[in-house]
Structure formats: C-alpha cells, structure tokens
C-alpha cells in the first residue's frame, strides 16, 4: 500500500506541471545521419556532427 500513495503524489505533481506548460517534450531527430535533420516536423541543416 505504501507505494500506492507515492505513485499518486507523483502523479499529481506531474499533472501540475504539465498544466503549467513547465514539461519539456524530448526532441525527436527522423532519418539517416547527414548534414540535413527533421526535428519535430521542421527540416534543419545541422552544422557539426559529433560522429
């Protein structure tokens, strides 16, 4: 029983900062590594690459 509080205290912290927008969303890289990315839908031509 014991966990089951934490586990909603938690929850309902993570609720609070998700309503105050203060949740960062981890940025996704899609396709082959190259000098061109897509982050999040927008296209990015990347500088340096740690390859």
Do not use: C, H, Q
């Not at 934490?6 to 900062?17: G, M, P």
Request: glycine content about 10%; aromatic content about 10%; hydrophobic content about 40%.
């Amino acid at each position: 029983m014991a966990r089951g509080w934490v586990r909603d205290y938690y929850a309902a912290k993570l609720k609070e900062l998700v309503e105050r927008g203060e949740i960062w969303e981890i940025r996704r890289l899609m396709g082959p590594t190259g000098p061109r990315a897509v982050v999040e839908g927008r296209e990015f031509i990347m500088l340096s690459t740690n390859n």
